[in-house]
C-alpha cells in the first residue's frame, strides 16, 4: 500500500483519541504487576536472541541507578586498589586517559547493555514504513503527553547526584582508597563515570517517552491500516503498558516501577508547589515550577513561603525568576524595602536598604513585553538612572540602541 499523504475527515478525528490513549498509559501512576512486566521483558530477551537474564525490581528510576553503580561499588573498589593509583596520581593527563577503562567494569558486572529502544525500532514490524513521513505527519500531533518535560529531569538531577555519592562513598573513612585519589585523578574518574552514567541513561528504556513512538504506530496499524506483525506489536505494547523503566544487560535486567504521583499545570508541564511533581514509591522525588526544575530547598516550599532573601543569593537567572513570579513583586518590595528610584519604559531601578548585605542593593526590574514576566537583575550601587543600569547590564550598549526590550 502507499503512504497516504493527507488524512480523510474520519481519520483526522481519531487523533485526539490516540493522544489521549497513550497518554494516558504514558502517565499511569498504577504499580507495575511484577508477573506480568518480567514476562514482557523475558519476550523481548528471548526475540533478541539473549539469553533470559536475572530480573531485578527496583521502586524507581534512581534505585535503579544505585543497584547499578552503587551497591555493586565493592566490586568497584576492588578494581581501583591496586597499585596502579599511585602510579595514575603522579601520571600525565594523557597516561591517566589511556588508563581509563580501569574506571569503566561495569560491563564485566552486569554485561553488556541492551540497548532496547535501538533493538526494538529495528525490529522488522517497524521496517516498512516510511520513518519521515511518519514523524511529518503525525509525531508531532500525537506528542502531547506532557511528559517530555520531565524525563530529562531525571538525568538532570541522577547524574551529579551519583556522582556526589559514588565521591562520598570513594572517600569513606577505612577505605583503602581514602586520600589515595588525586584531585587529578578524581577529575578523570568524575569523568569517566559522568559519561558512563550517560551512557546508562540513554540506552534505558523509557516507556513514558516512547508513548509517543507506540501511539504513532498504533494510528498507522489501526487506522490507516498498515500490514504489521500482530504479536511483535503487542510485544512491544506490552513493554509501554507493563513495565516502568528497563535497564536491561545480559546478565541482569531491572525494571522500575511508576511513580507513585505525578503533577503537572494547566499546560502540561510538570509543575507542584510545596510537594514533588515527580514522587515514587521509595521517596526520591523531584521538583518542578511549570517545567523548571527547582532544587529541593525551594521545591518542598509552597511559594506562599518563599523569602524574598533568597533571590539575594541565587545566581541562576531561570531560578530567580521563578522566584519573582512565586514571590510577587509586591511582597518583594515590601520584604526587602525597596525603594523606587527611576523608571525608563518596561525599566525601574530599585534599591534595597535592609542592611543584608556589605553595600546598598540596587536591583534593576524589566518587565517583558511578550511575555509579562518580571526579572530582576542586581547592579553597582553607582547606577543612577534605569538607563545607566540598562548600558551596565548591557555591557555598554545605550538603552537608545535597543529595537524591542527581551
Given at each position: ?7 480523510t475527515p474520519e481519520q483526522e478525528a481519531l487523533i485526539p ?24 521483558v523475558k519476550v523481548v530477551y528471548a526475540a533478541f536472541g ?357
Amino acid at each position: 500500500m502507499s503512504l497516504i499523504e493527507k488524512l480523510t475527515p474520519e481519520q483526522e478525528a481519531l487523533i485526539p483519541v490516540y493522544r489521549e490513549k497513550w497518554r494516558a498509559i504514558a502517565l499511569s501512576t498504577e504499580r507495575i504487576d511484577r508477573e506480568k512486566a518480567a514476562e514482557s521483558v523475558k519476550v523481548v530477551y528471548a526475540a533478541f536472541g539473549v539469553e533470559v537474564p536475572e530480573i531485578v525490581f527496583c521502586d524507581s528510576p534512581y534505585a535503579a541507578f544505585s543497584e547499578i553503580f552503587l551497591d555493586k561499588f565493592d566490586q568497584l573498589i576492588q578494581k581501583l586498589e591496586f597499585p596502579i593509583i599511585s602510579r595514575l596520581n603522579k601520571s600525565s593527563v594523557s597516561r591517566i586517559r589511556k588508563q581509563e577503562k580501569v574506571f569503566q567494569p561495569l560491563p564485566e558486572l552486569l554485561g553488556k547493555q541492551i540497548d532496547f529502544f535501538h533493538e526494538v525500532m529495528n525490529s522488522p514490524i517497524f521496517q516498512t514504513i516510511d520513518t519521515k513521513i511518519l514523524y511529518n505527519c503525525l509525531y508531532l500531533e500525537l506528542d502531547s503527553n506532557g511528559w517530555d518535560y520531565g524525563h530529562g529531569l531525571f538525568y538532570t538531577h541522577l547524574q551529579p547526584e551519583l556522582i556526589t555519592k559514588i565521591y562520598e562513598k570513594l572517600h569513606q573513612p577505612g577505605t583503602k582508597l581514602h586520600n589515595r585519589i588525586g584531585k587529578r585523578l578524581w577529575f578523570f574518574l568524575r569523568k569517566s563515570l559522568g559519561s558512563h552514567i550517560g551512557n546508562v541513561y540513554w540506552k534505558s528504556w523509557q516507556p513514558d517517552k516512547n508513548a509517543t513512538v507506540a501511539s504513532v504506530y498504533d494510528f498507522y496499524f489501526k487506522v490507516l491500516n498498515f500490514d504489521y506483525d500482530v504479536k511483535k506489536f503487542q510485544h512491544f505494547q506490552s513493554l509501554i503498558i507493563e513495565c516502568g523503566w528497563i535497564f536491561g544487560f545480559e546478565k541482569v535486567a531491572i525494571i522500575c516501577d511508576r511513580p507513585l504521583h505525578l503533577r503537572f499545570d494547566n499546560q502540561n508541564r510538570l509543575h507542584a508547589e510545596g510537594e514533588p511533581a515527580i514522587e515514587f514509591t521509595d521517596g526520591y522525588s523531584l521538583y518542578s515550577s511549570h517545567g523548571v526544575t527547582l532544587p529541593e530547598k525551594y521545591g518542598k516550599i509552597h511559594p506562599q513561603q518563599w523569602q524574598s532573601q533568597w533571590l539575594l543569593t541565587e545566581e541562576n537567572a531561570e531560578l530567580r525568576r521563578v522566584l519573582i513570579q512565586g514571590i510577587g513583586y509586591a511582597r518583594i518590595c515590601q520584604e526587602l524595602q525597596a525603594i523606587e528610584l527611576d523608571n525608563w519604559q518596561e525599566y525601574t531601578l530599585l534599591k534595597i536598604d535592609n542592611n543584608v548585605d556589605i553595600e546598598p542593593i540596587y536591583l534593576l526590574k524589566m518587565t517583558c513585553p511578550s511575555t509579562s514576566f518580571i526579572h530582576a537583575l542586581r547592579v553597582p550601587p553607582s547606577m543612577n538612572s534605569a538607563r545607566e543600569a540598562i548600558r551596565w547590564v548591557n555591557w555598554g550598549v545605550d538603552s537608545e540602541e535597543f529595537g524591542v526590550q527581551t
